[in-house]
């Protein structure tokens, strides 16, 4: 392990230390506030490089199920965290916040990334793989559509909604399981090159170790000190799980995916982003659905009608952007520009 990423983690396990003492010293909630965010996006990128370096043994396929999986781990966390304390509508906008972060901000700048370094202006990239999370995510925003309808009119279904929920968890997990299956078996490009792991594999799995279990417990902090936290920003819940969740929780795709688009590697840096987006929508909101069955407050598929309308048109947006295996920079601008734009919505929420 080179001594820049030793000295990076030793930096970000020293943070979440502090944050802990802060924590049970009933220190500022602000201050608590703020370290946990940002020793969140620490741990992801931990989890993110450990993933790499454990993935340059196994192969490319088990690669990329790993990075998307574990690089989600402090989502997963805050969300099962605010569960438990009862913050539904943090836990439901951290779940959309990592959803918009990757499809809409971080594929944007990738977009505009990899638009600069090619020579004629256009990133290129193999088009199944955006399509197939297309399918995905629109699979997941027709449940979430079908039932914020159904619960805007009222009707019979409408008092339903943890069991229609429940139904669509499967039935997504069902399709997510199908498409892994293939996925894995197909030839994709490899994540790390051979010989440039960030470190040994042993000391991969140690990082992973200590990261996931650092991860639980910042997570459990940094949603103890919100609700005072947000109190005194000024700000809302919903931009902070939109935003703040959805930025810090997403260090991995925004980093690796920009940066692989820079260096003119347009397949990679899509597969990472578009990957978290398939991850998200249709693995981690219904494992969340189903694992919200065992608290008193339960996460369901029901959501404000402006997030379901937020959901339809980036699932669209995304689409027509990638469906055709091409890009260019004003796409990509196009993409972050909705990002600017419900962000500042969430803001006033």
Not at 177 to 182: D, L, M, R, T
Not at 305 to 330: E, H, N, R
């Amino acid at each position: 392990m080179s001594g820049r990423n030793a000295a990076v983690l030793a930096g970000i396990l020293a943070l979440c230390v502090v944050a802990g003492v802060l924590h049970y010293a009933d220190a500022e909630p602000v201050l608590v506030f703020l370290l946990g965010a940002v020793a969140l996006a620490g741990l992801a990128w931990a989890i993110g490089i450990a993933t790499e370096a454990v993935g340059a043994r196994f192969g490319p396929g088990l690669t990329g199920l790993l990075q998307s999986t574990l690089g989600n781990l402090p989502e997963l966390f805050v969300v099962l965290f605010a569960l438990s304390a009862g913050e539904i509508v943090v836990a439901q906008t951290s779940i959309l916040g990592s959803l918009f972060a990757n499809a809409l901000l971080v594929l944007g700048l990738a977009i505009v990334a990899g638009s600069i370094v090619a020579k004629d202006g256009v990133m290129r990239f193999r088009a199944r793989l955006p399509n197939d999370t297309a399918t995905l995510l629109q699979l997941a925003v027709f449940i979430i559509v079908l039932l914020g309808l159904s619960n805007t009119v009222g009707d019979r279904a409408s008092a339903h909604a943890e069991a229609i929920s429940v139904v669509g968890a499967l039935c997504l997990l069902g399709v997510y399981g199908f498409w892994i299956w293939g996925y894995l078996r197909s030839d994709e490009e490899p994540t790390v090159e051979p010989g440039h792991a960030p470190f040994p594999f042993g000391i991969a799995l140690v990082v992973l170790a200590i990261a996931g279990i650092s991860a639980a417990f910042v997570s459990d902090w940094f949603v103890s000190a919100l609700d005072p936290a947000v109190e005194s920003l000024g700000i809302s819940k919903a931009f902070t799980g939109i935003v703040i969740v959805g930025i810090a929780g997403n260090a991995v795709e925004n980093i690796v995916g920009i940066t692989l688009a820079a260096k003119g590697r347009s397949d990679l840096a899509i597969s990472v982003v578009k990957n978290s987006v398939a991850q998200i929508a249709a693995f981690l909101f219904p494992v969340l659905v189903l694992l919200s069955l065992f608290f008193e407050h339960r996460l369901t598929f029901v959501l404000a009608p402006v997030y379901i309308g937020a959901l339809a048109g980036m699932s669209i947006a995304v689409w027509q952007i990638t469906g055709d295996g091409k890009a260019v920079a004003f796409e990509g601008w196009a993409l972050v520009a909705l990002y600017i734009v419900l962000a500042v919505l969430t803001f006033y929420e």
